[in-house]
């Protein structure tokens, strides 16, 4: 088996995936700013780490603590798909438009919610009582 053959052929694939990768986080970066802003909430929060969380937490109107159960596997996929949705909902999307474009093709559906008409609602959502 020729090793070095495979490892040419692997640095040559890396060499291309890069760049792109690079590019895609920088259009993902550019995207969530201007989403952020929309939803009025400081754009630079998207290039600052589980901080953007937060962030994006407040925009679909979910408790802080939900950054907790996402840490946990399994549960974490669940949550983040329900987080898509509530995005669409805040954007004025529907579920099908929420599935495809931010689930499927996410980086045209956040640049779309980004730099589109839709204008931001912020999502009422019932708080539990108090206990005394």
């Given at each position: 088996?020729?090793?070095?053959?495979?490892?040419?052929?692997?640095?040559?694939?890396?060499?291309?995936?890069?760049?792109?990768?690079?590019?895609?986080?920088?259009?993902g970066i550019v995207a969530m700013w201007k989403l952020f802003l929309k939803a009025g909430q400081p754009g630079w929060a998207?290039?600052?780490?589980?901080?953007?969380?937060?962030?994006?937490?407040?925009?679909?109107?979910?408790?802080?603590?939900?950054?907790?159960?996402?840490?946990?596997?399994?549960?974490?996929?669940?949550?983040?798909?329900?987080?898509?949705?509530?995005?669409?909902?805040?954007f004025g999307k529907g579920g099908a438009w929420s599935f495809f474009l931010l689930l499927i093709l996410n980086v045209i559906?956040?640049?779309?919610?980004?730099?589109?008409?839709?204008?931001?609602?912020?999502?009422?959502?019932?708080?539990?009582?108090?206990?005394?």
């Open positions: 088996m020729d090793y070095s053959s495979q490892t040419a052929d692997a640095m040559r694939a890396l060499t291309i995936l890069y760049p792109i990768t690079g590019v895609l986080a920088i259009v998207a290039i600052i780490p589980v901080y953007n969380l937060l962030v994006f937490l407040r925009v679909v109107n979910r408790q802080w603590w939900w950054i907790l159960l996402l840490l946990i596997p399994i549960v974490n996929i669940v949550l983040g798909i329900i987080l898509i949705f509530d995005l669409g909902k805040s559906g956040y640049l779309i919610l980004a730099f589109g008409k839709s204008e931001y609602k912020k999502i009422e959502r019932p708080r539990a009582a108090a206990s005394a």
